[in-house]
T-cell receptor
Framework: DAGVIQSPRHEVTEMGQEVTLRCKPISGHDYLFWYRQTMMRGLELLIYFNNNVPIDDSGMPEDRFSAKMPNASFSTLKIQPSEPRDSAVYFC?????????FGQGTRLTVV | KQEVTQIPAALSVPEGENLVLNCSFTDSAIYNLQWFRQDPGKGLTSLLLIQSSQREQTSGRLNASLDKSSGRSTLYIAASQPGDSATYLCATSAGSMEYGNKLVFGAGTILRVKS
């Protein structure tokens, strides 16, 4: 398996624009997680899904953030409108109930 | 709310030295504990997973131990090499299988092994 695949690897956008981050989990994994990493706050869980159903979105910072998982092989994290404070590295991870595997991340810069 | 602390925040050692990284957590009702490695600009690579019923796991030069009652885990790296230089992160998961592997991370230990 190629592991967790995220796209794009880098995204630079202007404040106010919509940003969509994409994730393909490892085949067969039933959990999918979205994390955000910043120097100030470290790694924070934003939302996670079990069998494509959102279980806990308490980490989503505000209504500008939304996440979907239309099927077992694809998930998106959308920010609309984006703000400079959203600049961070966003990681997607998947697991089969135990060990979690992370993607390479998307480095988002909002200018 | 689970809080995970890693000590030291940074560590610099000469090549060949054995070293220990520490991780502590406030809520002992964990499902498992996972150690990760992160290279600059890269994602997280899983190193070791310790289930709550286990006391340690080993992989090559790495050994991780878990003491749930005291809320502590250690990662032991034997005969360190420059290639071990990276940030090491400890993460705990919630206390039941229904939560899958929702991880709470420490801030990490930045390790530099000098040649």
């Amino acid at each position: 398996d190629a592991g967790v695949i995220q796209s794009p690897r880098h995204e630079v956008t202007e404040m106010g624009q919509e940003v969509t981050l994409r994730c393909k989990p490892i085949s067969g994994h039933d959990y999918l997680f979205w994390y955000r990493q910043t120097m100030m706050r470290g790694l924070e869980l934003l939302i996670y899904f079990n069998n494509n159903v959102p279980i806990d979105d308490s980490g989503m910072p505000e209504d500008r953030f939304s996440a979907k998982m239309p099927n077992a092989s694809f998930s998106t994290l959308k920010i609309q409108p984006s703000e400079p404070r959203d600049s961070a590295v966003y990681f997607c991870a998947s697991s089969l109930s135990t060990e979690a595997f992370f993607g390479q991340g998307t480095r988002l810069t909002v200018v | 709310k689970q809080e995970v602390t890693q000590i030291p925040a940074a560590l610099s050692v000469p090549e060949g030295e054995n070293l220990v990284l520490n991780c502590s957590f406030t809520d002992s009702a964990i499902y498992n504990l996972q150690w990760f490695r992160q290279d600059p600009g890269k994602g997280l690579t899983s190193l070791l997973l310790i289930q709550s019923s286990q006391r340690e796991q080993t992989s090559g030069r790495l050994n991780a131990s878990l003491d749930k009652s005291s809320g502590r885990s250690t990662l032991y790296i034997a005969a360190s090499q420059p290639g071990d230089s990276a940030t090491y992160l400890c993460a705990t998961s919630a206390g039941s299988m229904e939560y899958g592997n929702k991880l709470v991370f420490g801030a990490g230990t930045i390790l530099r092994v000098k040649s």
